[in-house]
């Protein structure tokens, strides 16, 4: 029997225009729902927005690897662990545009340039606003993921071409102080901020499987859910974990998230932001093509291609091109996102 949540079919479709009054108890109502339940009505709202077969492809590359500052207990590239990354020093302009072109080539419609940078520094702005514009020149969306902006910083990115801004919050504000110490919750929300003024469009998401409680995990659904503008594109990653790093060995050790939570967060993040590009992102690699057909029936429309993430493994070309054959799926055009943005 359904349950007391089960409304008419107008009444879902009530349910798909955004909010941004969310509590986190509503949120974590949504989480506890019969598993059913809420993969019906996350799907029922994607379709009120999106095409349930279209789903974006983007490609992501490591613009400058490692040696960061910042101690994110996750990550592959900070300078405070030892995972045996070997750094590397910013790409010149003209090799990043080659690794677009072959992106594009392969398929993808969005290219997002990642940095292991704590926050971006004037120096390299030129450099950076060369990429940006010859990227968006070959027809394709641009996003980056340079750590902290100012306001100006933000500006001069959005005058160089750049359409989206990755900043994360990566988990919920209760278990953030687990997750890293050298910057804080509120640094993050500012760079959103300034990102929002400058005009550019926000990618904004987190992180599950990092040891946290489903708590924290509406608690990450909740704050993205106020933000005075939602993100128009909300990465989920499952955390890949990397040998050296703290939550890594945690995880390691403790076993990975259960798929069906995975789900779980994927739907309500769809039911949360309707609008938002959802986005299927790290940890793609050990997920059956089964528990992907969940996560696009709950609504992620959005994935990153290619055999790398940024220094980890993704699925190749060729297990992705089986994939989408598999559930009839067509690759999201450049542009089309853009119906659903302005939340
Ligand atoms: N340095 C910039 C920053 O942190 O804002 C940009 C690059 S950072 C690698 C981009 C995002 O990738 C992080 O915010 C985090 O959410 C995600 N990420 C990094 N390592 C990950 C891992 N091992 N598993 C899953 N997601 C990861
Ligand atoms: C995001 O939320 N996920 C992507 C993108 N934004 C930059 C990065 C995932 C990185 C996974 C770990 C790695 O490859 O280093
Ligand atoms: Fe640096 Fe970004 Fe990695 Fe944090 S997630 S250590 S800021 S590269």
Known sequence: ??????????????????????????????????????????????????DPNQVQK?????????????????????????????????MEPSAVIAEAMAAKAGGASRFCMGAAWRDLKDRDTPKLAAMISGVKALGLETCATLGMLTA???????????????HNLDTGPDYYAEVVTTRSYQDRLDTLEHVRDAGMSTCCGGIVGMGEARRDRAGLLHALATLPVHPDSLPVNALVPVTGTPLGERVLKTGEIDPIEFVRTVAVARLVCPKAMVRLSAGRETMSPELQALCFLAGANSIFVGGK?????????????????????QPMPVGAPDQATAS
């Open 1 to 50: 029997m359904a349950d007391d949540l089960s409304r008419p079919v107008q009444a879902r479709l009530d349910a798909a225009q955004p909010r941004h009054d969310w509590t986190l108890e509503e949120v974590e109502a949504l989480f506890a729902r019969p598993f059913m339940e809420l993969v019906f009505d996350a799907s029922t709202v994607h379709r009120r927005w999106f």
């Open 58 to 90: 983007s490609q992501l590359l490591s613009i400058k690897t490692g040696g960061c500052a910042e101690n994110c207990g996750y990550c592959s590239q900070s300078a405070s662990f030892k995972t045996g990354l070997k750094a590397e020093k910013l």
């Open 152 to 166: 100006d910083q933000a500006k001069q990115l959005k005058d160089a071409g750049l359409d989206y801004y990755n």
């Open 309 to 329: 993430l940024l220094t980890t493994p993704n699925p190749e070309q060729d297990e992705d091109a089986r994939l989408f054959a598999l559930l009839d799926l």
